[in-house]
C-alpha cells in the first residue's frame, strides 16, 4: 500500500518561510510526477506545484518566485519551500503523486494534508 505522508506545516507570520516535505512510501518502484495542492477554507483546491521525475517543475502565477519545489528521489520525497509568506497562502496543503508500486502500474495518491497558517 502506496502512502503519502506530509510534514511542516505550522502557524507563521508575514513575511516568514516554511518547508513542507511529503514522503512516499509502500514498495515503490517509481515515481513519476510530483505535486503540490493546496485548498482554502470555502474554496477549491488548486494546484501550487509541479515537478516531473525528470526535475522539470511549474508553478502556479500567485506562488512563482516564493515557492521552490525540489525532490530527493533516493528518498522518494518532494519538498516545497515556501518564502514569503502572505496571509493568502493559508490553506491546507496536499501532496499529490503519480506512483508504481511492485503491485500494478502508476497510480494517482493523495496525502492526507498539512495545514499552513499566515498571520497577518
Known amino acids: 500500500q502506496v502512502r503519502l505522508v506530509e510534514s511542516g506545516g505550522g502557524l507563521v507570520q508575514a513575511g516568514g518561510s516554511l518547508r513542507l516535505s511529503c514522503a512516499a512510501s509502500?514498495?515503490?518502484?517509481?515515481?513519476?510526477?510530483m505535486d503540490w495542492y493546496r485548498q482554502a477554507p470555502g474554496k477549491q483546491r488548486e494546484l501550487v506545484a509541479t515537478?516531473?521525475?525528470?526535475?522539470?517543475?511549474n508553478y502556479a502565477d500567485s506562488v512563482k518566485g516564493r515557492f521552490t519545489i525540489s525532490r530527493d528521489n533516493a528518498k522518494n520525497t518532494a519538498y516545497l519551500q515556501m518564502n514569503s509568506l502572505k496571509p493568502e497562502d493559508t490553506a491546507v496543503y496536499y501532496c499529490?503523486?503519480?506512483?508504481?508500486?511492485?503491485?500494478?502500474?502508476?497510480?494517482?495518491?493523495w496525502g492526507q494534508g498539512t495545514q499552513v497558517t499566515v498571520s497577518s
Open positions: 509502500g514498495n515503490i518502484v517509481s515515481i513519476n510526477y
Open positions: 499529490n503523486a503519480d506512483v508504481k508500486s511492485l503491485w500494478g502500474p502508476f497510480r494517482n495518491y
Open positions: 515537478i516531473t521525475g525528470g526535475g522539470s517543475t
